[in-house]
């Protein structure tokens, strides 16, 4: 047995750590919400509008990073993406008014944020095939610990300095962070023989359906209805519940806990998808998936104190690191690695619609309302479509 350390390792650790500083960061905005409420006393809807145009973003800016990642490869990337994604952070230092935060946040973190998932896992699965979904839940576990802890990390920095100063810090521990994962990422793997000897995970084979053939195909169109209907509560729930949590009376560190519980319950969704996906195949674990959402979210109707918040936190973290695995390992099932980042970008596009639209929604129910009620039942429906739809799923007749 050979003693050489298998460098798809180190890839799977930079992406993973990518994961951690991109996610975290991105599901601290929540966390900042009150301190600038009451500092510049804007309302929800104007905060709100910021992350959706953060996603709208990164869902359009994704597409295009996928397909420069199967062209020149990762590293320059998320090279240029780490440097935007600091700078946005940073910059928040300045916020004096909504358009400012519409460009610092919105446009330079949301360009940054592009990358962390259809550059980071296209590149993973393209190096991994036997073990393609347990490398991918391995990596997005990254994500689940920075859910975990750096909204905490955010709360500790407002209260020992201030929202300005806690986003000045995150931002440059950000650009350092991403500078050095993304030195280690690379595109093109080995020669098959050149792997085999090290480990029995062979390099895929670079395989599959163009993307002109893929949108023809009316599994496509079906992946791109389930993603938009999933990512819509994956992005408001986490944006809106610490606020939801402190309107129903918890302090500013618990209800960042409500974060830290689904980073951490995530990551169990994300390590049994990993290798349920291996095992039973993307279409099955998806649905599971979903029924766990749909459960959470029904838990979350009816609750109104913090015990029924850490249970909903609980359940929607299970099934919300699940799906934020699923999908790119069930892209390359379905439709091949040939061009994975192009498809995946393409579908990734679709949830970040439904992620723009979401919290937007919320926060503007919200300000007519002074309740999230309507927004939860809204979420709850859309998941219980996406679930029909994923029971039509059918495989690919053949694929070359």
Request: one cysteine or more; charged letters at 10%; a positive charge.
């Amino acid at each position: 047995m050979s003693n050489r350390f298998d460098s798809r390792y180190l890839i799977v650790g930079s992406a993973f750590l990518t994961q951690i500083v991109m996610v975290g960061c991105m599901f601290a905005y929540g966390v900042f919400f009150k301190a600038i409420e009451a500092d510049l006393g804007w309302s929800r809807t104007t905060l709100s509008a910021t992350f959706s145009i953060s996603f709208l973003v990164i869902g359009v800016l994704g597409m295009i990073a996928g397909q420069l990642s199967d062209r020149f490869g990762p590293r320059w990337i998320l090279r240029i993406a780490a440097v935007l994604f600091g700078l946005g952070y940073a910059l928040m230092y300045f916020v004096s008014s909504p358009w400012q935060m519409y460009l610092f946040y919105g446009v330079l973190v949301g360009a940054g944020i592009s990358v962390h998932d259809v550059v980071i896992l296209s590149t993973v699965a393209r190096w991994f095939d036997k073990r393609r979904g347990m490398m991918t839940g391995i990596v997005k576990i990254g994500a689940a610990c920075g859910q975990m802890t750096i909204p905490l990390l955010a709360v500790t920095l407002i209260a020992y300095f201030d929202w300005r100063t806690a986003f000045a810090i995150l931002g440059c521990g950000a650009t350092v962070l991403l500078l050095i994962g993304a030195q280690a990422m690379r595109r093109n793997p080995p020669a098959p023989s050149a792997v085999s000897a090290l480990s029995d995970m062979s390099a895929a084979p670079e395989s599959g359906l163009t993307l002109s053939t893929t949108i023809h195909t009316p599994q496509f169109w079906i992946l791109c209805a389930v993603q938009f209907a999933f990512v819509s509560s994956l992005v408001t729930v986490p944006v809106h519940i610490p606020s939801h949590g402190m309107d129903l009376g918890m302090t500013p560190t618990a209800a960042a806990g409500l974060l830290s519980i689904i980073g951490l319950c995530s990551i169990a969704g994300r390590a049994l998808v990993g290798s349920g996906a291996d095992r039973i195949g993307g279409r099955q674990t998806i649905m599971l998936c979903l029924m766990a959402l749909l459960s959470a979210l029904l838990v979350l109707l009816f609750v109104e104190t913090s015990s029924g918040l850490y249970l909903f936190a609980a359940i929607y973290g299970v099934s919300h690191g699940g799906l934020l695995t699923v999908v790119a390992p069930l892209v390359a099932e379905y439709f091949g690695t040939l061009v994975h980042g192009q498809i995946f970008g393409a579908i990734l596009f679709f949830g970040t619609l439904g992620g723009a639209l979401g919290p937007l929604l919320a926060g503007i129910a919200f300000d007519r309302t002074g309740s999230y009620q309507n927004v939860f039942i809204a979420l709850t429906v859309l998941v219980g479509l996406g679930l029909a739809l994923v029971s039509l799923l059918k495989p690919i007749a053949k694929r070359p």
